[in-house]
């Protein structure tokens, strides 16, 4: 079955403390990106990856980091966190330019 | 600055009332606008993308139009499963996604 698979689903975790997202599809798609969801702003781009080794800022890149080292995966960290990163986070990938994204199932993160 | 508008925010329709969503944009070198469906605690399940001024798709009880300013989301005889939020996004420049906030719709049995 095509799909972003994203774990895990629920995190709960302290100020400061490195967690890392993990992101991985099975559908040999070129670029991959990341949101987060806040009720009221909707979708925001986090980073985003045209492929291996090329990522690139979206709208709210601060307190992130990704790596693309392999095709299939994106894993999204936040070397210390803050509960201002308390969200909604999704994974997405698709074929590139002017093609819809298939998502994750999202990963609810806490930041107390 | 590139930018997308939905409304309503929420609308509530009775089964088989048909209605239409609005997204309004603002891009510069449009590459696709793109329609999802988002269930409760789901991610965004894709349905749609239109390219130029004029293109139309369907599925189903679901139509999008396209015109230069706006897109619109044409549900025709609506069932309480069509329940859920409809996110609207466009694609400027390279790679670059904007989401707007979305509609929430509730159909009622």
């Known amino acids: 079955e095509a799909q972003v698979t994203q774990n895990p689903r629920y995190l709960i975790t302290v100020t400061g403390k490195k967690l890392t997202v993990t992101c991985s599809q099975n559908?040999?798609?070129?670029?991959m990106s990341w949101y987060r969801q806040d009720p009221g702003l909707g979708l925001r781009q986090i980073y985003y990856?045209?492929?291996?080794?090329v990522t690139d800022k979206g709208d709210v890149p601060e307190g992130y980091k990704v790596s693309r080292k392999e095709k299939r995966n994106f894993p999204l960290i936040l070397e210390s966190p803050s509960p201002n990163q308390t969200s909604l986070y999704f994974c997405?990938?698709?074929w590139g330019s002017g093609y819809g994204y298939t998502f994750g199932s999202g990963t609810r993160l806490t930041v107390v | 600055e590139d930018q997308v508008t939905q409304s309503p925010e929420a609308l509530r329709l009775q089964e088989g009332e048909s209605s239409s969503l609005n997204c309004s944009y603002t891009?510069?070198?449009?590459?696709?606008l793109f329609w999802y469906r988002q269930d409760p605690g789901k991610g965004p399940e894709f349905l749609f993308t239109?390219?130029?001024a004029g293109e139309e798709k369907e599925k189903e009880r679901l139509k999008a139009t396209l015109t230069k300013k706006e897109s619109f989301l044409h549900i025709t005889a609506p069932k309480p499963e069509d329940s859920a939020t409809y996110l609207c996004?466009?694609?400027?420049?390279?790679?670059?996604?904007?989401f707007g906030t979305g509609t929430r719709l509730k159909v009622l049995a």
């Open positions: 891009v510069s070198g449009l590459r696709g």
């Open positions: 559908m040999n798609h070129e670029y």
């Open positions: 996004a466009v694609q400027g420049g390279a790679y670059k996604y904007i």
């Open positions: 997405a990938s698709s």
């Open positions: 990856s045209m492929n291996v080794e």
């Open positions: 239109l390219y130029s």
